[in-house]
């Protein structure tokens, strides 16, 4: 049986939307500049055009996020890394807040193989901010006479110095041999124009505990896993997080947050990009940027009360994590 999905709003690719009025407007009041616009929106969709899944992303969502971009003078290019649309699939729900479920054509709910209700979602592009962008912001500054991070291999951290508790290094200048060497750590710096510089260190245990802890979409048993080549290819898609995919580009940009959050001098750029950073706006009807509340599609998923054991005693909700089963 096919599903019914007219329940499920149609929305047109990014290419089509992007040629819109509406979107045409909203790009032209925002930049005010024609030649900006000219070249954000050319920018924009070459840098779509060349990641299939950012393709299949609302297209809403990629107009906002590149905007938001624009809008901190950061380019879209992923070779420059400053920063990031990344895809992730997300539960529809409808005008009431509930879920909107697949039907078939008799208009029962699907289920899927495991006797779960199957819930449309679509594909949502979320602004992400990479630690080239960090530095960028930071040295456009103009506090900032150098700024950097760098990923420690093993047999560079040499400690802290007993006087001053900074820590010491001897970095290896042998590429092929630093290449060859596993990951013990992280480190950023800075220098102000006066002068005054400050050195952070994490090890890469703190930094998957931090993780861990602080980033809903990370498990460090499951990112061990992955890296053992545990994790079957059908299931790869779980892990679509950046820490998942670039931990030590994430454990770089952590650490630049962490030191100039800290001991840093932080310009409205660089608050706007910390408190927008990993969220996911939109465009509403009335063609304005508005936020979206994040619901990841994985792991909370509808199971049918049917499928339980009779023993079993009926659920407290509709919803369960598919982690706990």
């Given at each position: 049986m096919k599903p019914n999905n007219n329940m499920v709003p149609q929305k047109p690719r990014f290419s089509v939307a992007i040629t819109t009025p509406q979107y045409q407007k909203l790009i032209s009041n925002t930049l005010s500049?024609?030649?900006?616009?000219?070249?954000?929106?050319?920018?924009?969709?070459?840098?779509?055009?060349?990641?299939?899944?950012?393709?299949?992303?609302?297209?809403?969502?990629i107009l906002a996020g590149a905007l938001l971009g624009e809008s901190l003078n950061l380019s879209p290019s992923p070779q420059l890394g400053q920063y990031y649309l990344v895809p992730f699939e997300c539960k529809l729900k409808g005008d009431d807040g509930k879920p909107i479920y697949l039907l078939d054509e008799q208009g029962n709910r699907m289920k899927d193989k495991r006797g779960y209700y199957m819930v449309a979602t679509e594909k949502r592009a979320q602004f992400v901010l990479g630690y080239k962008g960090y530095i960028q912001m930071s040295?456009?500054?103009?506090?900032?006479?150098?700024?950097?991070?760098?990923?420690?291999?093993?047999?560079?951290?040499?400690?802290?110095?007993?006087?001053?508790?900074?820590?010491?290094?001897?970095?290896?200048?042998?590429?092929?041999?630093?290449?060859?060497?596993?990951?013990?750590?992280?480190?950023?710096?800075?220098?102000?124009?006066?002068?005054?510089?400050?050195?952070?260190?994490?090890?890469?245990?703190?930094?998957?505990?931090?993780?861990?802890?602080?980033?809903?979409?990370?498990?460090?048993?499951?990112?061990?896993?992955?890296?053992?080549?545990?994790i079957p290819d059908n299931e790869l898609w779980k892990y679509s997080s950046f820490w998942y995919k670039d931990f030590d580009g994430m454990?770089?940009?952590?650490?630049?947050?962490?030191?100039?959050?800290?001991?840093?001098?932080?310009?409205?750029?660089?608050?706007?990009?910390?408190?927008?950073?990993?969220?996911?706006?939109?465009?509403?009807?009335?063609?304005?940027?508005?936020?979206?509340?994040?619901?990841?599609?994985?792991?909370?998923?509808?199971?049918?009360?049917?499928?339980?054991?009779?023993?079993?005693?009926?659920?407290?909700a509709e919803k369960v994590n598919l982690n706990d089963l």
């Open positions: 500049d024609p030649k900006r616009a000219s070249r954000f929106i050319a920018s924009i969709t070459s840098a779509v055009a060349i990641n299939p899944a950012l393709q299949e992303c609302d297209a809403g969502t040295l456009r500054s103009g506090s900032y006479s150098d700024l950097d991070t760098r990923v420690i291999k093993e047999g560079e951290y040499l400690g802290r110095d007993p006087n001053t508790g900074k820590p010491l290094f001897h970095f290896i200048e042998d590429d092929d041999q630093w290449e060859s060497l596993p990951v013990v750590g992280y480190m950023a710096y800075f220098e102000y124009l006066n002068g005054f510089r400050k050195t952070m260190y994490w090890s890469k245990g703190k930094m998957l505990n931090h993780a861990d802890q602080y980033s809903p979409a990370f498990s460090a048993k499951n990112y061990e896993k992955l890296q053992n080549g545990e454990a770089l940009k952590t650490m630049l947050r962490q030191l100039v959050s800290k001991w840093g001098i932080m310009s409205t750029d660089m608050q706007t990009a910390i408190e927008k950073d990993a969220t996911t706006q939109s465009i509403s009807t009335k063609g304005n940027v508005i936020g979206l509340p994040e619901d990841p599609a994985p792991h909370d998923d509808i199971i049918d009360p049917d499928t339980l054991p009779s023993s079993a005693p009926p659920p407290a």
